[in-house]
């Protein structure tokens, strides 16, 4: 398990020092969205969080409402300079949600898409974390404020419209990572949530892994033989460009993660206009049923 991208809870917890000191070496940040946490078996933030992590809501801090995009550079090192980190920082992010980081990794492809180059998820996420009985403080950190730099864009990590148009017409690989449910048209988006689209399907061509598939049971990611075994049988391995998507783009970025952070295959794209883009389009294909 390589340190430069996964880590588990006992690291963290071998380095709270680290994470808890005004050093900008080191910053936890936990990444939640507050519509899911009903389903959700974590802790709320306020409630209790890893010692010294910061709290980066999804919607408030890596996306732009008013735009439907995701966050804009400026505001993204702006949010970062307030927190205390700097471009050299160590960021690990981690979360909850109805799967394990599901707006963690969307956070995690942020910081990919502006060029932070050491930042690492925890394995299984906060609701291992409070399983297991690792420590859990209600104390929110103030760090004195630092200069940060964003860099990029990196398109090389993002895909849209044009591109799934490409995939459709080339015959390349795309991960389809909703529930078997949404990926046959039954329903459109899951229950509770506002992001939905006019039609359910998926995209021509596009294969069905969904989340709960890479995941033991205790939340943590299967091993990686397990990993490049399920995506050989969807038909991905890491020989042709891939893209991944779901309904808003943050359930795509943990299988994003897993391709191209943990198997290393090179060119993987996340779609973070996903389903409620394509299923709202004038005239774009889908396909419904299994």
Request: aromatic letters at 12%; hydrophobic letters at 30%.
């Amino acid at each position: 398990m390589p340190e430069d991208s996964l880590v588990t809870a006992d690291w963290v917890e071998e380095n709270l020092e680290k994470f808890e000191s005004d050093d900008p070496a080191y910053r936890l940040v936990e990444i939640n969205n507050p519509t899911v946490t009903d389903e959700s078996d974590y802790t709320p933030y306020e409630e209790g969080h890893i010692p010294g992590a910061l709290n980066f809501e999804w919607d408030e801090v890596f996306t732009d409402k008013t735009e439907r995009d995701i966050v804009s550079k400026e505001k993204f090192a702006e949010r970062n300079g307030e927190g205390g980190i700097e471009a050299d920082t160590t960021v690990v992010v981690y979360g909850g949600g109805r799967v394990p980081n599901w707006f963690a990794l969307f956070g995690y492809w942020i910081y990919k898409y502006y060029g932070h180059d050491d930042v690492r998820v925890i394995d299984g996420g906060k609701g291992y974390w409070v399983e297991n009985d690792y420590p859990l403080s209600t104390e929110e950190p103030d760090f004195t404020p630092r200069e940060y730099e964003a860099r990029g864009p990196f398109e090389s990590v993002r895909a849209y419209k044009d591109d799934i148009d490409n995939a459709i017409e080339d015959g390349l690989p795309m991960v389809d990572v909703r529930s078997p449910e949404e990926f046959s048209g039954e329903v459109i988006a899951p229950e509770g949530l506002m992001e939905t689209a006019q039609r359910g399907g998926h995209i021509p061509g596009a294969s069905s892994v969904p989340i709960g598939t890479t995941l033991n049971e205790d939340g943590t990611f299967k091993s990686r033989e397990e990993l490049r075994e399920l995506y050989a049988d969807a038909g991905v391995d890491g020989n042709e460009s891939t893209i991944t998507y779901c309904r808003v783009g943050e359930r795509s970025s943990i299988e994003w993660f897993l391709l191209h952070e943990l198997l290393g295959y090179d060119d993987v794209r996340n779609y973070d206009g996903s389903w409620t883009e394509w299923g709202n389009l004038v005239g774009a294909p889908i396909e419904t049923g299994e």
